[in-house]
Structures are given as C-alpha cells and as structure tokens.
C-alpha cells in the first residue's frame, strides 16, 4: 500500500502557509504590487509565525524542516502571490548555495545581519552571467533583471563555484511584469570586491537542485491559484441556461488543468523528498522545474481564457497569475537550461544502468 500523505507537522505548516497567504497576503494583493513591495507589518507577522525560518540552518534560527516542507510552504504562499512570497523571505534561494559550501561561522557571518534586518534581501544569480567579469578578487559588470528593487548580499551560483558580494552594488530600479510584489531591478557592479569565495561542483549542483525547487515551488502554486480561480468562476458564470463549466469544451480543459497542477505538484513532491533523503535530486529537481514551467505556462493563460474578457481586469487575479507565470520562468538561466540538465541527468542514469546490466 502507498501513502501519499505528507507527514502530520508538513501538514500543519500547510494550514498555517495557507492560513496567512489568504489573511495577510490576498487584502493586500494589488496595494503590494503598486508599492513594489510587502509592507512591513505583514513581513514581521511572517517572521512571527516561523514560516520564514522553516528550512534555515539551526545556526539563523530555522527550524532545519527539510526541502519537502519548505516547498509546501512555498506553494501554499504562492497560490495568493508568489511575488510577495519572495519579498517576505530575507534570504530566499540565496541559502542554498552557501549552506552547501559555507561553515556554520561562514553563515552567520554572511546571513545573519540579513535576518535581523526588516526590508533586507539576498538574492541568487544562477549561472553567472557572460556581463559578469571577476579579476583580482573583484566583480565587474551587469545583471539585466532580478526580482528585487534592494540587494544586501548577491549570491552568483556557477557550475563548480560560488561568489558572495555584499558591497559594490548598486540597484537600478525597471518596470517589471510579473513579480511586481517583489520589485525588479538591473544590478550593475563597480569592482565589487568578494566578500567570500567557494569551490565544489558537486555542491553547485545541489545547490542548483534545491534552488529549482523553490521556483518550481512557486510555479505549482500560481497555477493552482489560476486554476482554482477559474474553476470557481466557470461553475458561477452562466450561458445558455447552464453554468459554462457544464459546457463540454470548458469541462474538458478544467479537468486538463486540474490534471496539470498535480501532475506538476508530484513531480515537485517526489524531488523534495529525494533531498531529504540524501539522494541525488539533480535530475528530478531539474525535471520538476521543467513540468512546473511547461504546466504553468498551459494553465494560467487559459484560466484568463475562460474568463474571457473579465480576465485581463484588475478585479481578477488570473492576469496577474500568467504574468507571474512569465517571471518565474526566467529564474536560474530558465526552463531551456533545466531541460538540458533533466536530459542530461536521465542518459547518465541510463548509462549506469547499461554498466550495471553488463557487470550483472
């Protein structure tokens, strides 16, 4: 017999995450996106309720929960907006990086001062940019967007190594589409000296993997929330004597939808654990990224579809999910850069396989 069920304290953490996304993110879903960022009050309710330091390190204060619940969190926060879901966490993505290379010392040292900090921001570069040049300890050069308009420690993950600035930054503020709650920003380096230096591709490469799963985290949440918007709207609105979800062509994509987001949560589900487990999660963390993307590209702009004209206003959130959507996609070098890795991940394990037939 399998279970399925997640264990009894993710769950609680799911009802709390799901508990303060409807009660403290959704009344102030546009009033964030206007102000370009989570205002401070629901930022200290965040940290009040320990959902920020799920899966930090004991050494910050975090619970050290593992990657299967801070995915659900994720997900739970992002069905409201996964924009302000990234403004509310100091540290974000960043932690990965640098809790797979860093000391306990090193940690404290460089994420600490962030933590205490209202309005703070780590932010994580995936596959440092061509515009990105380090000669004699310094960084020179351009990163055209991330989702943030303050950058106190930029974190740049490379395939073998790792830099940390802190210094040397400076923030120019664009008009971003989606993840508007978050702020958007280009960061353009004067000889930005490192403030520290890691090497370890295999490291790198689970750094990767868990990064992955906070965005692919993300993206199960805003078609969730779209899908589940839609679906709600499509049983409500009535034509021909019938509500439009009882129409068969609209019946037919609710339930691909429906098909979608938990197809997309699965995959995400099985890489997280693959993590806590202690086992390679390259490829299916690379792989669940890739279905997120691929599904939330699918769901959210037919969920503006089946509202129809409705769904390009403002008093609906769909428009904002398929914005969102768009975003999320472009994080850690995109979707193409996961579906190389995925594929490569899935030769090499056929390979070993091919080895291991052989030897047998």
């Not at 802190?166 to 403030?195: F, Q, T």
Request: net charge negative; proline share 5%; charged share 25%.
């Amino acid at each position: 017999m399998i279970d399925f069920a997640l264990p009894e304290e993710v769950e609680l953490l799911r009802a709390t995450a799901r508990s303060f996304a409807v009660d403290q993110l959704g009344p102030g879903l546009r009033r964030f996106e206007s102000a370009r960022a989570v205002s401070n009050e629901v930022v200290e309710r965040f940290v009040q309720t320990g959902l920020a330091a799920v899966d930090w390190p004991e050494v910050l204060g975090g619970a050290s929960l593992g990657a299967l619940a801070r995915a659900v969190v994720l997900e739970e926060l992002a069905v409201v907006d996964p924009g302000a879901t990234l403004g509310l966490d100091p540290i974000g993505p960043a932690l990965h990086p640098l809790r797979a290379h860093a000391s306990e010392g090193e940690l404290r040292e460089l994420l600490a001062p962030l933590v205490g900090a209202p309005g703070s921001r780590a932010v994580l570069v995936g596959r440092p940019p061509a515009e990105l040049h380090l000669a004699g300890g310094r960084v020179r050069g351009t990163v055209p967007w991330v989702p943030s308009e303050r950058v106190d420690l930029l974190v740049v993950l490379g395939p073998a190594e790792v830099w940390a600035i802190d210094a040397g930054i400076r923030c120019r503020p664009v008009r971003g589409s989606g993840l508007r709650a978050a702020g958007a920003s280009e960061i353009e380096l004067e000889d930005a000296p490192l403030r520290a230096r890691f090497a370890g591709a295999g490291a790198c490469r689970g750094a990767l993997a868990r990064a992955r799963l906070d965005v692919a985290a993300l993206l199960v949440g805003v078609m969730r929330g779209a899908a589940d918007y839609s679906r709600a709207y499509a049983l409500e609105r009535v034509a021909f004597g019938r509500p439009i979800a009882h129409h068969q062509a609209l019946a037919f994509l609710i339930a691909d939808m429906a098909t979608a987001v938990d197809a997309a949560r699965l995959l995400l589900l099985e890489a997280a654990w693959r993590v806590d487990a202690g086992e390679d999660a390259v490829g299916a963390a690379a792989a669940a990224l890739v279905e997120a993307t691929e599904q939330a590209l699918f769901v959210t702009p037919n969920a503006v579809q089946i509202l129809g004209g409705h769904g390009f206003m403002l008093d609906h959130p769909v428009e904002k999910a398929m914005r969102e959507a768009r975003a999320l996609s472009l994080l850690l070098g995109g979707v193409d850069a996961a579906r190389e890795d995925a594929g490569r991940e899935l030769l090499l394990c056929e390979r070993r396989a091919g080895r291991a037939e052989v030897t047998a």
